[in-house]
């Protein structure tokens, strides 16, 4: 005898590379407060329940009571593996449901799950085609250099028009970016080849003061800095910096925080 047995899902969420953009397998295992939320083998995390919405998850077909609008709640990323850092990150539920059928030529609502970045730890792999930057982000005059953790690292290209890569400091200071097979570029020289191998960028760093006197084990979510990178909490120093593909390099910035009060 087979039972065949319906059940509505909140929402959905994956994991994705900061470098290579694609979805993140095996899943990093998640914790939520507030949700019923499990990692599927595809790497879809599948939000099954939560608070207020339990009477929902009964609705196959959507009725009145299906809230207008999601409500974010916070999830919690930590790769025991660490092939990544670990991050917080706000995901919206109940997702909407499209009126069906037929099914929307561009998924939307529960059918296209949010995306949350996670960026790779600095001991990650590499590809051989990766131009790799290795960025240590320091406190300004200090002796041993003090790494200053969670910071946000991106990679600009020269008329500022479009991030390259961007990448977040551990908790030692240190972070990964790197840019797969970059293309040849025009001769900015006006002479000689018309294109060139190397990439001439702008490096810069962006911290948060405040994530100094973060107890221990805190766990940042990055979005607190990349969405909001004209904050005038934010201590920034940049670089410029020159790349091609297969090349590792180091880098070093120095920020200088403003006193202790």
Not at 17 to 45: C, E, F, H, L, M
Not at 186 to 203: L, M, R
């Amino acid at each position: 005898m087979i039972e065949t047995v319906d059940r509505r899902i909140l929402g959905a969420f994956v994991c994705v590379d900061a470098i290579t953009g694609s979805s993140v397998v095996p899943a990093i295992p998640v914790t939520s407060a507030q949700w019923n939320v499990k990692p599927n083998r595809s790497g879809t995390y599948v939000i099954f329940d939560g608070p207020g919405f339990d009477g929902l998850t009964t609705q196959f077909v959507p009725s009145g009571t299906w809230p207008a609008a999601p409500t974010q709640y916070e999830v919690t990323l930590q790769d025991p593996n660490l092939r990544y850092l670990p991050r917080r990150a706000m995901v919206s539920a109940p997702a909407a449901v499209p009126t069906i059928p037929p099914l929307p030529a561009t998924p939307t609502g529960v059918f296209a799950p949010q995306q949350v970045t996670v960026f790779p730890s600095p001991a990650a792999a590499v590809g051989p085609n990766w131009a790799t930057i290795r960025v240590s982000v320091t406190r300004a005059g200090t002796t041993p250099p003090q790494g200053l953790p969670y910071a946000i690292v991106q990679v600009v290209n020269t008329d500022g028009s479009a991030v390259l890569a961007t990448g977040q400091t551990d908790s030692n200071g240190e972070a990964l970016l790197a840019v797969i097979g970059p293309t040849l570029q025009p001769n900015p020289q006006g002479g000689g080849d018309v294109t060139v191998s190397t990439v001439s960028a702008t490096a810069t760093a962006y911290f948060l003061p405040r994530n100094l006197t973060q107890p221990s084990g805190w766990i940042p979510n990055p979005d607190d800095i990349l969405n909001d990178l004209t904050n005038t909490a934010l201590v920034t120093s940049s670089s410029p910096v020159t790349f091609s593909s297969g090349q590792d390099q180091s880098l070093s910035l120095a920020l200088t925080l403003p006193p202790t009060p």
